[in-house]
């Protein structure tokens, strides 16, 4: 269905043609997530364009063409197509997750229009824009809220939980739920803080504003699909605040809804929880979830240099769900970031990379991460700004920047790492153009093999014909002749070539018996420590 974009008709006739023009205007079908990769974005952090210190979208446009220059043939951009932009609504807060007006772009980064003219200029590109939606709770802030806690005949006090005592009730973290207020002698429930009082699903109201929220996005902003916050816990019933009946029920309704306004959207939910309460919110309510267990078990791989954790939430994910309804990540604006939990070790965030790039799912990348960005809790500090160039600013802000930056801006940046073709950059692109490019990385199913140790990583990814086939060492050993095999239907029978598909030498010849078994061979002489290697399987003569 065609968006009417209120900006479009005059970007068209005033700028000048796009890198992307002749490609596509606008982001056709759902096929788009095929061999994909999504960029997750904290404006606020991204770019400034004004010098006040604070990343705006108008900074964000001047940064697009790094995300995705639109051209297919060039090479030097990330090569997303989608970005995931932290919440962009009003709010009193730096990061945005306590929303004081959902119609308005947060003022700190522009206004509606700059809003529309970014997401022009991202369909330009091939990008699309999904936004943080949060639904569960408002800033204490709000309108609405201060009306329900000043007025007891507001009509919005059934928007909220009120409380004549306190019930005493604790999170599922041991926090308080219940705070006092500051009006009345009655307590108002708020799962994440005083400053964010929880929405109350169970009036019909709140539901239809989610609707009109959704439909405000959609429709007037012109974006292509939400990233939904916290959805674990927007109903509480029975004493049940997350997971529970009622949650299910309203995401329900909210997806019929968000699919009758845009039918092509994409929603992705956080439900950071295990993979069994994930797999509850399937297969009727959102598009896809994030999968923390595979988060995990990839870093813990890198980081334990063993392989054994790393298939079983994979496989768990790939028998219950298609590719493309779960996304796979390092980490993300709520954890430490990889390369400081990976002890600064640029040559395992490489490998972690390549774990996360040539497994199944959809991928989201954390900005700053492609170029190794340290930062540890407190939040703010894994919120830094991003490091563009080297010097006071690091092409974030000619102005004093809104937090101050990592260290480690001295030594990481895109300028640097663009002109190093053994950068984390140079690999993360790579990676990413190669499986935008290549099916079985796109598509194909994960089928673990054996390598005799758990010091070694090897499966492939399977399509019709063949597919890829990766290896890589998870220690920092050396690792000699390592002996890849298979259980038996692995491959149809025959003599597969081993292309390599990393700049690397090709591999040894690969033969499958008649029960489809790998016979017992060596790929590679030998694997340095953290190297990853990756190949095409090529059918040939016997
Ligand atoms: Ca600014
Ligand atoms: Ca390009
Ligand atoms: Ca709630």
Redesign the pocket.
């Known amino acids: 269905m065609p968006r009417r974009h209120p900006f479009a008709l005059l970007a068209v006739l005033f700028l000048p043609p796009g890198p992307g023009a002749a490609q596509e205007t606008t982001p056709a079908g759902s096929g788009w997530k095929s061999g994909a990769v999504c960029y997750e974005i904290f404006v606020r952090s991204f770019r400034d364009s004004d010098g006040d210190g604070i990343g705006d979208l108008r900074g964000l446009i001047e940064k697009l063409d790094y995300v995705n220059d639109g051209d297919p043939a060039t090479e030097d951009d990330l090569g997303a197509r989608c970005i995931w932009l932290m919440p962009v609504a009003q709010s009193p807060s730096y990061h945005g997750y306590d929303v004081t007006d959902y119609y308005h772009v947060e003022r700190d980064y522009g206004t509606n229009d700059d809003f529309k003219l970014l997401v022009f200029e991202a369909h330009r590109r091939g990008i699309r824009v999904l936004v943080d939606l949060v639904l569960?709770?408002v800033s204490s802030e709000h309108p609405y809220f201060q009306d329900a806690l000043l007025h007891p005949d507001s009509p919005y006090r059934d928007w909220f939980?009120f409380s004549p005592v306190d019930r005493q009730d604790e999170s599922p973290w041991g926090s308080r739920v219940w705070h006092r207020s500051e009006v009345r002698d009655e307590y108002y429930?708020g799962?994440f803080w005083s400053g964010m009082p929880?929405?109350?699903?169970h009036t019909p109201a709140v539901r239809e504003e989610a609707k009109r929220i959704a439909s405000f996005w959609l429709d007037e902003m012109g974006v292509d699909g939400f990233r939904l916050d916290?959805i674990p816990?927007?109903?509480?019933e029975d004493g049940i605040?997350q997971h529970a009946p009622g949650?299910h029920d309203v995401l329900r309704e909210l997806e019929a809804h968000i699919r009758r306004v845009s039918p092509d959207a994409f929603t992705i939910g956080e439900v950071w929880d295990s993979t069994g309460a994930m797999l509850s919110y399937y297969p009727d309510q959102l598009d896809a979830h994030f999968a923390f267990e595979v988060s995990d078990a990839i870093l813990e791989a890198v980081r334990s240099g063993s392989a054994e954790g790393l298939f079983p939430p994979i496989l768990r994910l790939q028998r219950e769900l298609p590719w493309d309804r779960w996304s796979p990540f390092l980490r993300n604006h709520d954890q430490t970031r990889t390369m400081t939990f990976l002890g600064g070790d640029v040559v395992k965030a490489k490998l972690a990379a390549v774990l996360l790039l040539t497994l199944p799912g959809l991928p989201f990348v954390y900005y700053g991460e492609e170029i190794g960005m340290t930062g540890d809790k407190p939040d703010p500090r894994i919120r830094t700004p991003m490091q563009w160039t080297r010097g006071p600013g690091v092409g974030f802000t000619g102005g004093v920047a809104w937090e101050p930056l990592q260290p480690d801006s001295l030594t990481a940046d895109v300028e640097a790492e663009e002109g190093d073709p053994g950068s984390l950059l140079a690999l993360y692109r790579r990676l990413i153009h190669l499986r935008a490019d290549n099916e079985a990385l796109a598509v194909g199913e994960l089928v673990p093999l054996s390598a005799g140790t758990d010091r070694v990583a090897a499966y492939l990814r399977r399509i019709a014909g063949g597919g890829v086939l990766v290896i890589a060492n998870l220690g920092a050993e050396r690792v000699a002749g390592a002996m890849v095999s298979s259980a038996g239907g692995a491959l149809p029978a025959g003599r597969y070539a081993l292309r390599s598909l990393d700049g690397g030498p090709s591999g040894e010849p690969l033969i499958v018996d008649g029960g489809g078994h790998i016979r017992p061979f060596v790929p590679v002489d030998g694997l340095g420590g953290f190297e990853g290697r990756m190949f095409q399987l090529v059918e040939s003569d016997p």
Do not use: C, S
């Not at 816990?233 to 509480?236: G, H, K, Q, V, Y």
């Open positions: 569960n709770h939980v429930y799962l929880d929405l109350n699903y916290a816990f927007l109903i509480e605040v949650t």
